[in-house]
């Protein structure tokens, strides 16, 4: 009798294992989770306009999601991995965040909400170059609309080596300057002007195009450089000038 007993503990025992193994393997792996995140969206200045509708998707894949009105956005069920996002509305330079990994976390993968402005609607009609006592280079550029105290405009200056010094071409990328006045003066002091690498006796070729506040630049891994989506391609011919 205890021999029998002993017998069906054994194989209650058994079962019981045996149930809870199958219940591990049955249990089904995570492989993917949502990404979530939300945009800030500008004008071309400083001023926040309607954040919705501006679509945020996976390059090379089909996910895609479009920001409600307080740029929230969600893409669902996405599978663990390293992607590219691309966000894109018209009127705005395409912007790219790129090596976002989505893994398990236990929740969803959030994305910190990038500030992007509208395209630039400022040309560069003419831009000039000569010097002072106190700088030996000052660009001197003309905005299209004109630039001034309570209609700033944004411009950002591109330097090369290169003749055919561009947006897509340079070695130096200026920041966004703020035009508050027509012509506008970019000052470059001799200090200034090492500081970008360039050595006494090099010609200098420089390059502006208007720009918006929120330019929208990111870093492109693939090009191994800066792209400015934001920019106004009609600008006036380079201007170039020997460093002293």
């Given at each position: 009798?205890?021999?029998?007993?002993?017998?069906?503990?054994?194989?209650?025992?058994?079962?019981?294992?045996?149930?809870?193994?199958?219940?591990?393997?049955?249990?089904?792996?995570?492989?993917?989770?949502?990404?979530?995140?939300?945009?800030?969206?500008?004008?071309?200045?400083?001023t926040q306009?309607?954040?919705?509708?501006m679509n945020?998707?996976i390059e090379g894949?089909g996910?895609?999601?479009?920001t409600?009105?307080?740029?929230d956005?969600?893409?669902?069920d996405?599978?663990?991995?390293?992607?590219?996002?691309?966000?894109?509305?018209?009127g705005y330079?395409?912007?790219?965040?790129?090596?976002?990994?989505?893994?398990?976390?236990?929740?969803?993968?959030?994305i910190?909400?990038?500030?992007?402005?509208?395209?630039?609607?400022?040309?560069i009609t003419n831009?000039?170059?000569n010097s002072?006592?106190?700088?030996?280079?000052?660009?001197?550029?003309?905005t299209n609309?004109?630039?001034?105290?309570?209609?700033?405009?944004?411009?950002?200056?591109?330097?090369?080596?290169d003749?055919?010094?561009s947006?897509?071409?340079?070695?130096?990328?200026?920041?966004?300057?703020?035009?508050?006045?027509?012509?506008?003066?970019?000052?470059?002091?001799q200090?200034?002007?090492?500081?970008l690498?360039?050595?006494s006796?090099?010609r200098v070729?420089?390059?502006?195009?208007?720009e918006?506040?929120?330019?929208?630049?990111?870093?492109d891994?693939?090009?191994?450089?800066?792209?400015?989506?934001?920019?106004?391609?009609t600008?006036?011919p380079?201007?170039?000038?020997?460093?002293?």
């Amino acid at each position: 009798m205890k021999y029998t007993y002993f017998s069906l503990c054994l194989i209650l025992l058994i079962g019981f294992t045996s149930c809870s193994k199958d219940d591990n393997n049955n249990s089904e792996t995570v492989t993917k989770a949502n990404i979530i995140g939300s945009v800030n969206l500008f004008d071309e200045g400083v001023t926040q306009i309607d954040n919705s509708n501006m679509n945020v998707s996976i390059e090379g894949t089909g996910f895609s999601a479009t920001t409600d009105g307080s740029g929230d956005f969600k893409l669902t069920d996405v599978p663990f991995g390293t992607y590219t996002l691309i966000f894109e509305k018209a009127g705005y330079g395409t912007y790219k965040k790129f090596d976002i990994e989505h893994k398990n976390t236990g929740s969803s993968t959030v994305i910190n909400n990038p500030s992007l402005g509208l395209m630039s609607t400022t040309a560069i009609t003419n831009l000039t170059i000569n010097s002072n006592s106190s700088f030996p280079v000052i660009l001197t550029s003309i905005t299209n609309p004109e630039a001034s105290t309570v209609n700033p405009k944004y411009i950002r200056y591109f330097l090369s080596t290169d003749a055919s010094v561009s947006d897509e071409n340079y070695e130096n990328a200026i920041e966004t300057l703020q035009a508050n006045n027509t012509p506008n003066n970019f000052n470059l002091s001799q200090a200034a002007i090492d500081a970008l690498g360039y050595a006494s006796g090099t010609r200098v070729y420089a390059k502006c195009y208007g720009e918006s506040f929120w330019g929208n630049n990111y870093a492109d891994p693939n090009l191994a450089r800066d792209v400015f989506p934001n920019l106004n391609p009609t600008s006036a011919p380079a201007v170039s000038f020997v460093v002293p």
